[in-house]
């Protein structure tokens, strides 16, 4: 190696030491220390007791961790497909010669820029049975409003409506970017040729858009199954209820540390999200090629 090649090298580590120390830090750290504690028993008083595998042969053996991974998989199925698909009717209503172009893609991101906590307050009010403005809509039109937060076989869909309502501005800037991306002389050669907006779509922007859905599938697909946005609607809204109908595999994590003090059987159950969450993610990524999803593409 030149000296000129180890100056680049250099410069090169300089700039990505930063990151690396914040990923070491706050990330690979916690996760180590989550793993070390999994073969514990500890407790809010600083008692720590090793207890080899007791916590994973327990959490596979608890039907209240089964019935949260039930509850994550349905979240997770509904909010993955729901907010790519609106995300991408969305970026491409605004990507077009809509009027007020510039209004629209603000007020599909505004929903994003609030806290979530405030989110989970609006909605909770809007959405109480007796006072909500949404009940109080429907019975002004002759429907009978369900019980949105308080009835087990709609709280769950009511949570994952609002968590697709907020982060969908957010995928729909990421998937705005491919689709600005896609050459304009695809568009016009497909115009020449005589397609029409379905055959553009399904030609043409579809295949060019294939690694930014790759990402925004892997990237809805991690938010949902760490569900860091449904936590905070879940905590504020439901505490996991109606008859634990909303207790999401990361609800379930801190009900066990921090409601329970069982913070061992938490840090078992962390452990075992996140080693599902990079098998699931390598598995795509080896499946798919990174998105390119043929080798035609690579």
Known sequence: MSARERREALTGYAFVAPSALGVGLFVLLPMLLAFGLSFTSVNSFGQIDFVGWDNYRRMFADPQFAHSMRVTALYVGVFMPGVYLTALGMALLVNGDLPARAFFRTAFFAPYSVSLVVVALVWRYLLSDRIG?????????????????????????????????FLVGFYMIILLGGLQDIPRELYEAARLDGAGPWRTLVDIVLPMLRPTTFFVLILATIAGLAGLQAFDLVYVMTQGGPDRSTSIGIYFIYEQAF????????????????????????????????????????
């Open 259 to 298: 409601r329970f003090d069982q913070f061992g059987y938490a840090s078992a159950v962390a452990t075992w999200y996140a080693f599902a969450l990079i098998v699931l993610t390598g598995a795509a990524f080896r499946l798919t090629g990174g998105g390119r999803f043929g080798h035609d593409d690579r």
């Open 133 to 165: 403005a949404v009940g109080t809509v429907l019975r002004s039109v002759g429907v009978a409003p369900p019980s949105f937060l308080g009835d087990p076989d709609v709280a769950l869909w009511t949570v994952t409506g609002i968590s697709i309502w």
